[in-house]
C-alpha cells in the first residue's frame, strides 16, 4: 500500500517516523493527504470522521473557506516582515476584547513557547524561585514543563524525560489537580518563594478530567495569598466553550493566560498575556527576555483573525449539545456491553476512560485501561473513525461536524464495544 511505502521512507528520516510522537502507533500510523469539514481521507483514499481535529485547533472544520481566502490574500502580500503588521495588531485586540484578564499580549509560535516564557515571566515579576504544576498537567515540551511527580508523595518533581538536569526540575513543585491539600502543603512549606501556579483549569492531555467545585477558586485564593501568579494554560480551552476563555465561564481572573490552538485556526501560533504591570517587564519595556523570528507573523494571524471573526457570531451550544449527545449514547452503549468504562465530558470534549472509577486527577487516569483503549482505537480506525491514539488525549466536536457524522459514530461504537 503507498501509506506502507511512505511510512518507511519517514523511518528513514525521523524518529519513529514522526515529528510529534503523539503521531505514532503501532504497526504504522495513518498518513492523511487531504481534510475538509469533519473529514480526513488518507494516501490511500480511504475516508474517516475526524474527532482530533488537529489535536483541537480545527473548531471551524478543515479547509474551512474564509480562513483559506484569509490566507490565500496574505501569500500574496508576504508571509514574512520581520516587523509588526496590523494583523497581529487586530487579532491581538480581538483577544483582548473577548478575554478580559488580558490588558496586554505576546504572540509566540507554539503553546510550549506561550507557557515557557510565561514561567519566566512569573519568576522575573515576582523574584521568586519555584513553579508549582499538577501531576499530569501537560504546558508543553521545555524542561520546566516536563516535569512530574513518580508518585503522589514526592514534593519535587523530577524530569519526565532525559536531558533535563535534576537542578531544573527541582525548581518545579508537583501539586494534585482537584486536590487543595497538597497546593497549600506546598505553599506552607515553600509560599515565600512560590512564583506561581501554572494550571489547565480543564485537564485535557490526560483526557478530560474536570475541576471540582471550588479547587480553582482555592488557587486563585492561595497565590493572592502568598503574593504568588497564577497562570492559566487556555492552550486548549481558549475559545473551545464560548467567545472567551474558561475563566470568564468561571469567573475566576489570572494573572498570566496563556493561549494556541484555536486562536491560530490551524496555523502554529501561542500567545501569552495579563496584567499591564506583570506584562510591561517583558523586554525591550522590561528585563525578562522573550523574542522570536516568527511570532505574530502574519500569515498566522490572518488564519487566526478569520477563525475568530466566524467564532464571534457561533452558536456553541450546537457543539455542546452534539458532545452531550455522543456521552449520552456512547455510555448507554457502555452500560448495554457492562464494560468498565466512564465518560468525561467538558463541553464539546470529551473521553473515555477504560477504568470503573470516576476519573478526577492524574493517579485515577493512569489507573485506566490504556491497552484496551489502544485495541478500540484501531477498530475504530477500521470502521473509519479517527480518534487521537491515546488514552490520555482528548477528543473534539467541531462545528463542521453534523448529525449523520454522530450516528455513524454511535454506530461504530456499538459493534466496537461489542467486541471488547
Keep these: 500500500m503507498r501509506s506502507t511505502e511512505l511510512f518507511k521512507e519517514a523511518m528513514e528520516l525521523f524518529p519513529m517516523g514522526v515529528n510529534s510522537p503523539v503521531r505514532y502507533y503501532s504497526p504504522e500510523p495513518v498518513m492523511f493527504q487531504q481534510m475538509y469539514g469533519s473529514k480526513a481521507i488518507d494516501v490511500n483514499g480511504r475516508e474517516y470522521i475526524d474527532y482530533s481535529m488537529g489535536f483541537g ?7 474551512n473557506k474564509l480562513v483559506s481566502n484569509y490566507v490565500k490574500s496574505q501569500l500574496d502580500k508576504g508571509i514574512l516582515f520581520g516587523s509588526i503588521s496590523e494583523n497581529e495588531i487586530k487579532l491581538g485586540k480581538t483577544i483582548k476584547d473577548a478575554v478580559k484578564s488580558i490588558e496586554k499580549l505576546r504572540f509566540t509560535n507554539s503553546g510550549t513557547e506561550a507557557t515557557m516564557h510565561a514561567i519566566r515571566l512569573a519568576r522575573g515579576f515576582t523574584g521568586k524561585k519555584y513553579i508549582v504544576k499538577m501531576e499530569g498537567g501537560y504546558h508543553g515540551a521545555h524542561d520546566y514543563a516536563l516535569i512530574k511527580s513518580g508518585s503522589g508523595t514526592m514534593t519535587f518533581g523530577v524530569p519526565s524525560s532525559a536531558g533535563v538536569p535534576d537542578e531544573v ?3 518545579v513543585l508537583i501539586g494534585q489537580y482537584n486536590n487543595m491539600e497538597s497546593i497549600e502543603k506546598l505553599f506552607k512549606e515553600f509560599g515565600n518563594n512560590i512564583a506561581g501556579i501554572i494550571t489547565e483549569p480543564v485537564l485535557g492531555n490526560i483526557g478530560v478530567v474536570n475541576p471540582e467545585e471550588n479547587f480553582l477558586k482555592g488557587l486563585r485564593e492561595i497565590t493572592e495569598k502568598y503574593s504568588s501568579l497564577l497562570i492559566f494554560d487556555e492552550v486548549i480551552t481558549g475559545f473551545r466553550f464560548g467567545f472567551k476563555g474558561y475563566q470568564n465561564i468561571i469567573g475566576i481572573k489570572p494573572d498570566i493566560t496563556t ?23 517583558i523586554s525591550p519595556a ?8 516568527f511570532s505574530g507573523n502574519p500569515l498566522t494571524m490572518s488564519a487566526g483573525i478569520a477563525t475568530l471573526e466566524q467564532l ?4 456553541y451550544s450546537k457543539i455542546d ?16 456491553y457492562n464494560i468498565d468504562a466512564t465518560i468525561n465530558r467538558c463541553h464539546s470534549m470529551f473521553q473515555i476512560f477504560f477504568n470503573k472509577n470516576k476519573v478526577i486527577d492524574y493517579s485515577t487516569a493512569i489507573a485506566s485501561d490504556a491497552k484496551k483503549f489502544t485495541k478500540m482505537f484501531h477498530m475504530l480506525l477500521d470502521k473509519g473513525i479517527f480518534f487521537p491514539p491515546s488514552q490520555f488525549e482528548t477528543e473534539f466536536v467541531s462545528f463542521a461536524h453534523s ?13 466496537v464495544l461489542k467486541c471488547l
Excluded: C, Q, W
Excluded at 528585563?287 to 522570536?292: F, P, R
Excluded at 464571534?312 to 452558536?315: I, L, P, R
Design 321 to 336: 449539545n452534539y458532545a452531550a449527545t455522543l456521552e449520552k449514547e456512547l455510555g448507554a452503549i457502555i452500560s448495554e
Design 57 to 63: 485547533p480545527m473548531i471551524l472544520g478543515h479547509a
Design 286 to 293: 522590561g528585563n525578562v527576555y522573550e523574542a522570536g523570528t
Design 169 to 171: 526540575s527541582k525548581t
Design 312 to 315: 464571534k457570531g457561533m452558536d
Design 403 to 415: 448529525k449523520e457524522d454522530l450516528e455513524n459514530t454511535v454506530n461504530a461504537f456499538s459493534s
Design 259 to 281: 493561549m494556541g490552538k484555536i486562536i491560530g485556526g490551524g496555523a502554529p501560533v501561542g500567545m501569552f498575556g495579563g496584567r499591564s504591570d506583570i506584562m510591561d517587564h
